[in-house]
């Protein structure tokens, strides 16, 4: 699993393309992960999981970090995703470039690892499974 840093009780997770979704945790800074079944797909109605932020997918891959970095991600997601036309095979192999270049740690995931499968759609955190790893 891939590691992110936590430094301001606040993430976004998502697929930057898609726009990132923002969650507030209780969590002191350090270094975390998300576990398997981290993401829970939204069918339907429910009251408790519509509350929560959406996170929409159009791709099989999902970034997570301290949310008071997403400007400087965003920026340079986007001009190294335009190097490689975002093939997101050659952006992983660049993963420390984008954490370089934000001045943190940043998850990155395939959908398969935290839902269970790939399928596009709008899923929801489950903060339950992000684990410290300090």
Known sequence: MSKFTLETGSIAIGDPVMG????SVSLPPGRYELEAG???QVNGIDVEKDSAPSINLDGPYIYVL???KVQQFEIAFHEIGNECSYMMLEMQNRHHELEKRT???IGFYWEEELAGASREGKY???IN???NVQ
């Open 20 to 23: 990132l979704a923002r969650y």
């Open 38 to 40: 981290a993401l829970v």
């Open 66 to 68: 301290d949310a008071a």
């Open 103 to 105: 001045g943190t740690l």
């Open 124 to 126: 929801v955190l489950d």
């Open 129 to 131: 499974r992000v684990r």
